[in-house]
């Protein structure tokens, strides 16, 4: 599996729009991106999962550059319960386990 | 529909015994991944198993570490004569096929295992 660079950490303003990039330059053609967070203590949650094309579901946006080298993903509006770990994946459609790196430590304040 | 269950959720064991950690997947799901972070660091697999067999158990400690899921009941990780490296949170997820892009892991709340 292609292995991804996120910031160690990252602040946000409650209300305000949070981006969390990822880098994932080695990436292959048939590997897909995923963003899981952990919020303190709990076991990881998936958030949203994309090949190619932007994706928008409920909770989050992902956003993947053309040459799929990087990737953002969107919390649009943050609330202090989206305070978590963001750990941004790259794995095959069919796999056994995920590769969880060090995450982005996500911090939104009031 | 109830998510994936673990127990117990904090269990303490002195170094030698035994631990004994239970998950029960998601109802439909046949596919269980155990997942361990040690304390400060990230997540790593452990093993993937599908009702009765092991498909991957490349990240398990050679020793004393076993798992098991059975046709009928929980998913079981056993770990022998534990040691203080084994204190960590253990994580159990389930997910009703492998296509990681059509169906998700769902992960339970873990347990906390602490050996004194």
């Known amino acids: 599996d292609a292995k991804t660079t996120q910031p160690t950490s990252m602040d946000c303003a409650e209300g305000r729009a949070a981006n969390l990039p990822c880098n994932h330059s080695?990436?292959?053609?048939?590997?897909?991106v995923y963003w899981y967070r952990q919020i303190h203590s709990q076991g990881p949650q998936y958030i949203i999962h994309?090949?190619?094309n932007n994706e928008t579901n409920e909770m989050a946006s992902l956003i993947i550059t053309e040459d799929r080298k990087s990737s953002t993903l969107i919390l649009p509006h943050a609330t202090l319960r989206d305070t978590a770990v963001y750990y941004c994946?790259?794995?095959?459609?069919?796999?056994?386990?995920?590769?969880f790196g060090a995450g982005t430590i996500l911090r939104v304040k009031s | 529909n109830a998510g994936v269950m673990q127990n117990p959720r904090h269990l303490v064991r002195r170094r030698g015994q035994e631990a004994r950690l239970r998950c029960s997947p998601m109802?439909?799901?046949?596919?269980v991944y155990w997942y361990r972070q040690l304390p400060e660091e990230g997540l790593k697999f452990m093993v993937y198993?599908?009702?009765?067999?092991?498909?991957?158990e490349s990240g398990m400690p050679k020793e004393r570490f076993s798992a098991e899921f059975p046709k009928e009941g929980p998913s079981i990780l056993r770990i022998q004569q534990v040691v203080r490296g084994d204190s960590a949170a253990y994580f159990c997820?389930?997910?009703?096929?492998?296509?990681?892009?059509?169906?998700?892991?769902?992960f339970g709340p873990g347990t906390r295992l602490t050996v004194l």
């Open positions: 994946i790259v794995h095959m459609e069919y796999g056994n386990k995920l590769v």
């Open positions: 198993l599908q009702k009765e067999n092991i498909i991957d």
């Open positions: 080695t990436i292959s053609g048939n590997e897909y």
């Open positions: 997820a389930s997910s009703p096929t492998p296509y990681l892009a059509r169906d998700e892991q769902f």
């Open positions: 109802k439909g799901h046949s596919h």
């Open positions: 994309g090949l190619k």
